[in-house]
């Protein structure tokens, strides 16, 4: 159960307060795309976010009701998730947040811009702060592009 609840924040980029909040009034589908539409806790912005189908599948199984357990006892189980799988990181619903920042959405050539709105930022400056790390992955696809226009 925290394992599907550490996989739909990685792919919907949801805090562990939304992840305990999200709920069916939270869906609203648009053009056959089933979105969350929530404010984030933190800050009362709201946001909306695609739900990508890894995190309707996980939301499916849990006929949209996700089993969310206390922050504390959510955290200690993640802990635990990583050593048992002999993670050398930290497993929390920040690094989650981050994964779908950093891989899902800008690994994807998603715009700053566009991934500061899904994620709820006031600005791309605190997007460009927290998330927006380049990976070497990403910069090579950029750079072998550039090869591509000079060809």
């Avoid at 996980?58 to 993670?87: C, F, G, H, M, R």
Wanted: charged letters at 20%; proline letters at 3%; hydrophobic letters at 40%.
């Amino acid at each position: 159960k925290v394992r599907d609840c550490f996989i739909f924040s990685c792919y919907s980029g949801l805090a562990y307060a939304e992840i305990a909040a999200i709920n069916n009034d939270n869906i609203v589908v648009k053009n056959n795309i089933n979105w969350i539409s929530m404010k984030r806790k933190k800050t009362q912005r709201s946001f909306l976010i695609p739900m990508l189908p890894p995190a309707l599948a996980i939301w499916d199984k849990y006929e949209a009701n996700l089993p969310v357990l206390s922050n504390q006892k959510y955290n200690k189980n993640l802990k635990e998730l990583a050593t048992l799988l002999n993670l050398n990181v930290n497993l929390s619903t920040h690094l989650a947040r981050k994964t779908f920042t950093t891989t899902v959405l800008l690994g994807n050539n998603i715009p700053l811009k566009v991934a500061s709105t899904l994620l709820g930022h006031s600005n791309t400056r605190i997007t460009e702060k927290h998330y927006a790390e380049i990976t070497n992955d990403l910069l090579e696809q950029h750079v072998a592009s550039l090869f591509e226009i000079f060809k």
